[in-house]
């Protein structure tokens, strides 16, 4: 289509110069050019001697076929969809462009769904991509055709601005060769890898994964909970994912500089002061304190469990930080 529109544009240029030199006006040049390749022909505005007439003759026979040729593609184009594709790609790119700090899904099978609905559920930016356009299809939000062990299809979904991303395809081959890529092109990046093969997790984590997940393993646990404390499972399913109650479980990094820094649990009121109440202490090596007493010390770069409200843990991140405009919950 490009292509045959700049032909016709050289064409209309070309006519238009013609007539010019046979003595009309750019207007009306430009005019008797339109009206000859469209076929309407209203009037001659010149002389028809032997130049006219050749001129006309030779716009007549390439003219009006490069805009018959060039109104086929267009409406060919636009009856099988294509151009609304491309409109639709491209508006997908912009929104892309525009995202920061979001989710990159890889894969959008049963797993892929399931973890996007969660996080579009809890207001977060989720790009998925898929080599299955039939799937990509059906994806409400932004969503990319390609393959996803490709770096340049990570690149176009924005790694180098993604907060994490999740390898949820249907072979551990694919997700390690997912997570290895990913790892390369931003070592900084949070990389969550689904495992099919109980062997395949530690190799998930050496290639760079930083938590892996065997979706079956965990389907196990789950329903032994139900089985064993049906009230305790429903409960943590209810304030993680739900949303019908109004608590809800988050956390929250102590940053450097924090007021909470360097003070025990009592000394910071923190209950009083912001109503979160605090389940467990993780620090910087991953180790967990749960049920923390009153006299543990907080420090810098520790991540606190807490449960409340939302506007509770929003007042527990403003706290954790210096500089409240900079506070960050997950």
């Given at each position: 289509m490009r292509i045959s529109a700049l032909v016709l544009g050289l064409v209309i240029v070309a006519g238009t110069v013609a007539y010019m030199v046979l003595g009309l006006g750019a207007l009306d040049a430009l005019y008797q050019t339109i009206t000859t390749i469209s076929t309407v022909g209203f009037r001659e505005y010149g002389e028809p001697d032997a130049a006219w007439k050749v001129t006309t003759l030779v716009l007549i026979l390439v003219g009006?076929?490069?805009?018959?040729?060039?109104?086929?593609?267009?409406?060919?184009?636009?009856?099988?969809?294509?151009?609304?594709?491309?409109?639709?790609?491209?508006?997908?790119?912009?929104?892309?462009?525009?995202?920061?700090?979001?989710?990159?899904?890889?894969?959008?099978?049963?797993?892929?769904?399931?973890?996007?609905?969660?996080?579009?559920?809890?207001?977060v930016d989720v790009i998925v991509v898929d080599n299955d356009p039939a799937r990509v299809a059906l994806v409400d939000g932004p969503a990319l055709e390609g393959d996803a062990t490709d770096d340049d299809v990570l690149r176009a979904a924005g790694i180098d601005r993604a907060a994490t991303l999740i390898a949820a395809l249907a072979t551990d081959a694919d997700n390690l060769y997912i997570t290895?890529?990913?790892?390369?092109?931003?070592?900084?990046?949070?990389?969550?890898?689904?495992?099919?093969?109980?062997?395949?997790?530690?190799?998930?984590?050496?290639?760079?994964?930083?938590?892996?997940?065997?979706?079956?393993?965990?389907?196990?646990?789950?329903?032994?909970?139900?089985?064993?404390?049906?009230?305790?499972?429903?409960?943590?399913?209810?304030?993680?994912?739900?949303?019908?109650?109004?608590?809800?479980?988050?956390?929250?990094?102590?940053?450097?500089?924090?007021?909470?820094?360097?003070?025990?649990?009592?000394?910071?009121?923190?209950?009083?002061?912001?109503?979160?109440?605090?389940?467990?202490?993780?620090?910087?090596?991953?180790?967990?304190?749960?049920?923390?007493?009153?006299?543990?010390?907080?420090?810098?770069?520790?991540?606190?469990?807490?449960?409340?409200?939302?506007?509770?843990?929003k007042a527990l991140s403003a706290a954790s930080v210096p500089d409240a405009g900079h506070a960050t919950t997950r």
């Open positions: 009006v076929g490069v805009a018959l040729y060039t109104l086929g593609l267009f409406l060919e184009t636009l009856v099988e969809g294509r151009l609304t594709d491309r409109l639709e790609r491209r508006r997908t790119t912009r929104r892309i462009a525009a995202m920061e700090d979001h989710v990159i899904v890889c894969g959008w099978g049963r797993v892929g769904r399931t973890i996007a609905a969660h996080l579009q559920g809890a207001a290895l890529s990913a790892r390369a092109l931003r070592p900084d990046l949070f990389i969550v890898a689904r495992a099919r093969l109980e062997s395949a997790e530690p190799k998930l984590s050496q290639a760079g994964a930083n938590r892996v997940v065997n979706p079956q393993k965990i389907g196990g646990a789950r329903m032994a909970a139900l089985a064993v404390q049906p009230g305790v499972a429903d409960f943590l399913d209810v304030v993680m994912h739900d949303g019908s109650l109004e608590f809800r479980l988050g956390e929250v990094r102590l940053q450097p500089g924090s007021a909470l820094a360097g003070r025990t649990l009592r000394e910071t009121q923190i209950r009083d002061r912001t109503g979160a109440l605090i389940l467990a202490v993780r620090d910087e090596h991953g180790a967990f304190l749960t049920n923390p007493s009153p006299e543990v010390v907080l420090c810098a770069d520790q991540t606190l469990i807490a449960i409340g409200t939302e506007v509770q843990l």
